[in-house]
């Protein structure tokens, strides 16, 4: 399975919230929307986030509709606190089992793996043309987000 690793923006929140909501509500093996509250049903709300201009609704008019912040709000997974941007672990197709790591706590996890100056790999198994898992993980995550915007995302703190 292929595993996503990538920077989420308040932006990227918003532009996917009304897939999302279909993910969450629409039921393919009943073939319709469920209800999500006495006067509406998912479907109507879907296609209201649907009409939203991705490129410049607020979080605001994303809440008008569903009726809370959660939709677009980057929850650290870590720290628990509300930052973005962030970056998302998840093996593809399982958006819902995804974790998000603000950079916060990335740039404090990357400290830590860091540390031991005498050896590259903490744990000692890599070689010239092998990484050990952690490793693997901790590189592609250092490049994702010196990749994205190196001035607005300095993770190492450098």
């Known amino acids: 399975m ?6 989420v923006t308040a932006r990227d929140m918003i532009e996917g919230v009304a897939e999302k909501w279909k993910r969450a509500y629409y039921s393919h093996q009943y ?3 469920s209800r999500v509250g006495r006067q509406e049903d998912a479907g109507d709300m879907h296609d209201k986030l649907l009409m939203l201009d991705t490129a410049t609704a607020t979080a605001e008019d ?3 509709i569903i009726g809370n912040a959660g939709w ?3 929850f650290c997974d870590v720290c628990c606190q509300e930052k973005a941007p962030c970056i998302k672990f998840a093996s593809e197709g399982q958006d819902f089992h995804s974790i998000h790591i603000c950079c916060d ?6 400290a830590m793996a860091e540390e031991p100056a005498e050896a590259e790999c ?3 198994y890599c070689r010239d043309d092998y990484l050990c898992p952690i490793c693997e993980l901790r590189q592609e995550i250092l490049s994702e987000i010196g990749d994205e915007n ?3 995302y300095d993770v190492l703190g450098t």
Do not use: F
């Open 2 to 7: 292929k595993k996503e690793i990538r920077l």
């Open 31 to 33: 073939n319709g929307w």
């Open 62 to 64: 994303v809440e008008a």
């Open 72 to 74: 677009t709000a980057c």
């Open 105 to 110: 706590c990335i740039r404090e996890a990357a």
């Open 122 to 124: 903490p744990d000692g």
């Open 150 to 152: 190196p001035a607005d």
